[in-house]
C-alpha cells in the first residue's frame, strides 16, 4: 500500500531552477565568456564610468573629512548619530541576504540557492566594506582605530566590554572575515576552471595563483565539501548574531524609541528584508545584460519575493508592537516619542517610511505582481529606500527631542553626509561591476549539481553492488583507488 | 487507492488511560483547592496556568498546520491529522475560557485599580482602563476564539475534502489561507499573550513578550507533536510510515525552536537589564528572589543548554525512543517556565509553601485529562494519514536524505 501510494507521480508545477538545454559544456562557457572575453562591452564600461566617479567622490570626502574632522557632518548634539549609524546599519543589513542564502540555504539543502549564492556574497562582502566606514570615521580619529580591539598596552587602557559598541567591533569583523572565507573558498574549484580555459598568459597565471593549486581530485572534493558544510554552520549564527548586536546599539540604552525588547528579532528580520530588496535590485537588471535569464530564473525571483514579504511582515509586527507597547506602557516619555514620530517635525518621514516598507510590499501577495519583473523591480526599490528611512526614525527621531525639551534640536545634513552616503553606493556597485567582469558570478561547478546528468543513478548503482545488472557483480572503485 | 490508515485500536486505551489521570489530577486539584484556605483565589489562578498551558499546544498546533502547509515539506504530512486533532481542541479551550472570565477579579489585579493605594499605579491603571477592562477584555477573546475557530475549521474542511475527492486544487486553496491566516494568528496570539499573562503585572511591558509566548506555544506543540508521533509509530499503520528521517527532520525543528524560543527570551532579558528602567526591572528582580531564582537557573540548563547539545547528535534525532525523552524533558520545562513567568504574580514577594505549587501541577494534569480525551477522539476519528495528498508519495519514500 505504501509502495503503491509511492508510484504516484507526483507533479511539480513550480518554474525549473534552470532553463532547459543545457549540459556541462554549455553551461561552463555561458558563465566562464563572461569573464574571459576580450576587451569590455560598452554598457559595462559606460555602467563602470558613472559608479567609478560615485567612489571617487567617496574618496575625496574621506579624505576631506580626515583633514578637517568630523564636524563636516551635520550630527551635532543632541544628534550626535545619524547618518553615519544610518548608513551603517543600512549596509549592514544589505549584507545579510548573502549570509542568508549561502548559509541557511545551504544547510536547508534548497537547491534553488546555487545560482544566487556567490552574487549574493560578494553583495555582502562589499556591503560590510562600506558600513565598517562609517563608524571608523566616526570615531574622529580613524588612525588609532585599533585602539577599539582589546590588547595588551603601554597606556593601560581597555575597551568597555560592557559596551554593545565594542560587541559590534567584534560582530562585524568576525562577518567580514567569515563571508570573506566563505566566498573565496566556494571560488577556488571556479578559479581553477578559469585557469584551465584562460586564453592567455596573464589569465593563466592569475586564476591560477588563485585556484591555489586545485586540481579537482577526489579528495580536493572530500575536503572541500566538509569544510564548505562547516563553514556554513559557523555563518548561520552570524545571520542572526551580527544583527541582534546592530540592535544591542540601540536597545540597551534607555533612549525611548530604542529601549524596546523586539528590537532584535525585528532589525534582523528587517535586515533580510533589505538584503533580499538589494539582491533583486541587482540580479533583475543584470540576467537581463547578460542574458542569463536561465540561471536566475523566474523560481529564484518568486522565491525571493516570497522571504521578502513574510520578513517585511514582521517588520510590520515590529511597528505594531512599538505603537501598542508605547501606548500601554502609559509612560509619558514613550508616548511622547511616538507621538513625536508620527506627527513631529519629521513625520513625513514616518509615513514616507509606512509606505515604502509596509504599505508597497503588500503588492507581493499576488501571484501575478510577483511575477512581473518591473514590479518586483519597483516593489525592492522602495523597500530599499524604506529601510533606510526606518533607521532614520529610529536614530535621528528619538535623538533629536529626548527627555528634556530644552535640549531639543533639529538635523539637518549637510553636503558632506550626502556626498559620503552617495559615494558609498558607488563604491559598492564599483566593486560589483569589477566582481561581474573577472570573477564567475554564478558558480559553475555547483550549478552542475543542478543538471540531470550528475544525479545519481540509483537503479544503476544497486544493480552494480548487488551483482543483478546484466555486467554482473563488479566491484565498485573504493576511495582511495 | 484504499485509505488503509485507520487509528490503532488500542488508542482508544491511551485515551481512557489519560482520562483516568486527568481524573486523579482533577480529584487532587479540588483536595488541593478545598484545603488551602483560599479557595476561590487558588482556583483561579491555578486554572490560569493549566489553561495557558494547554491552549499552547491547541494553538502551537494550529501554527505549525499553518506553517507546514507554507513550507510544503515532506514532514507535514505526515503530522498534518495530528496537528488537525491538536488545534481541534481549540473548541474545548473556547468553552474553558468561560471560567476565566468569571474569575478575572481574582487572577488580574486591574479588575479592582479603584482599591489600589498607590497613586501613581492607580493612575497607570486608569490610563490602561480602556484596554484593560472586563468587557473589552471578554470580548477581544470572543475575536480571538473567532479567528482561530474559523482557521481551524478552513483547513480542515479542505484536507477533509482532499480525503473523499483528492482534488490537488484543495491543498492550494489551504496554502491560500494559510499565508494571511499565519499574520493573523500571530497578531491574535500576541495580543492574547499580552490580555491573558502579561497583565498579570499590569505596570509592566515587554515588546518582545508576544513573540516569546508564541515561541514557547512552537516549542511545546513540537515536543507534544514528537511524542504522539512516537507512540503512533509503535503500532501499525504508522509504524510502516514513519521512518528515521521524519524524527530527523521533527528532531531539527525542535532545537531550532528551543534556540529562537532562548534567543527571544536572553534579548528580553539583556535589553531590560540593561536598561535597569524602574517600570520594566521590577519583573526580573521579582524573579531573581528566592526558590524563582533556582528555578529559573533550571530553565536555563534544562530548557535551553541540555535540549540543545542533546539535540546535536544526529543519531539522537533519528532514534524515536531516545527522541521522545528529550521531546518530554521539553514539555516539562516549558511548564515549569510558564509557572516561572505567571505564579510570581499571584504571590507580591511572599513566597508561599512549596507544597502550594502541587496544586499547579495537579490542575494542569487535570485538565491535560479532558483535553487529551477530546485530540485523541479527533485522532481516532479520521485515517492517520491525509493519504490523497499529492506529497504523499515523496514523504513516504523510503530511505534517507541527508
Known sequence: MAAEIQKQEHVDTRPPVMGPGHNFDSLTQKIIDIVLMRGFKKGWIFGFAIVFLGALMLFNTIAYLVLKGVGIWGNNIPVGWAFDII???WWIGIGHAGTLISAILLLLRQSWRNSINRFAEAMTLFAVACAGLFPALHTGRPWVDYWLFPYPNTMGMWPNFRSPLMW??????????VSLLFWFMGLIPDFATLRDKAKNKVQRTIYGMLAMGWRGDARHWHRYESAYLLLAGLSTPLVLSVHTIVSFDFAVGIMPGWHATIFPPYFVAGAIYAGFAMVLTLAIPVRKFYNIEDFITMRHIR???????????IVGYGYVMELFMAWYSGNTYEMFMMKNRIFGPYGFMYWLLI?????????????KFRDNLLVVFIVSMFINVGMWLERFVIIVM????????ASWRMYYPTIFDFTMFFGTIGFFLTC?????????????FEMKTLLPESKVDEKKVEELVSGKGPLGATPLPQFGD | MDNNYAAPADLGRIQGVALGVGLLGLIAWVIGVVVSGNARNVFFQTYLVAYVFWIGIALGCLGWLMVQYLGGAGWGVVIRRILE??????????????PIVVGLGNIYEWTHKDSITDERVRELLEHKSAWLNPAFFSGRAVIYFAIWLGLMLILRRRSHKLDETGDPNLIQSAQDWSGPGFLIYGLTCTFAAVDWVMSLDAEWFSTIFGLLMIAGQGVLSMAFIISITVILSRREPMSHVYQPKHFHDLGKLLPALVMVWAYFSFSQLLIIWSGNLPEEIPWFIERFKGVWRYLGLAIILLHFALPFLLLLSRDLKRNARRLVLV???????????LIWIIVPEFEHGHQKHLSEYLIYIAATIGMGGIWLGWFFWQLRSKSLLPYRDPQMAEALAAGGHH
Request: hydrophobic share 60%.
Open chain 1, 87 to 89: 548608513n551603517f546599519v
Open chain 1, 168 to 177: 559590534d567591533v567584534f560582530a562585524v569583523s568576525t562577518y567580514a572575515t
Open chain 1, 303 to 313: 522565491n525571493m519575493c516570497k522571504v521578502m514579504l513574510a520578513t517585511g511582515l
Open chain 1, 355 to 367: 509606505l515604502c516598507n509596509v504599505a508597497v510590499p503588500q503588492l507581493l501577495w499576488v501571484k
Open chain 1, 398 to 405: 528619538s535623538l533629536n527631542r529626548d527627555f528634556s525639551p
Open chain 1, 432 to 444: 560589483m561591476f569589477l566582481f561581474i567582469r573577472f570573477v564567475p558570478m554564478i558558480p559553475i
Open chain 2, 85 to 98: 486533532s491538536g488545534s481541534h481542541t481549540l473548541i474545548l479551550m473556547a468553552v474553558l475560557f468561560v
Open chain 2, 327 to 337: 521531546a518530554w524533558l521539553v514539555i516539562i520545562m516549558r511548564f515549569v517556565d
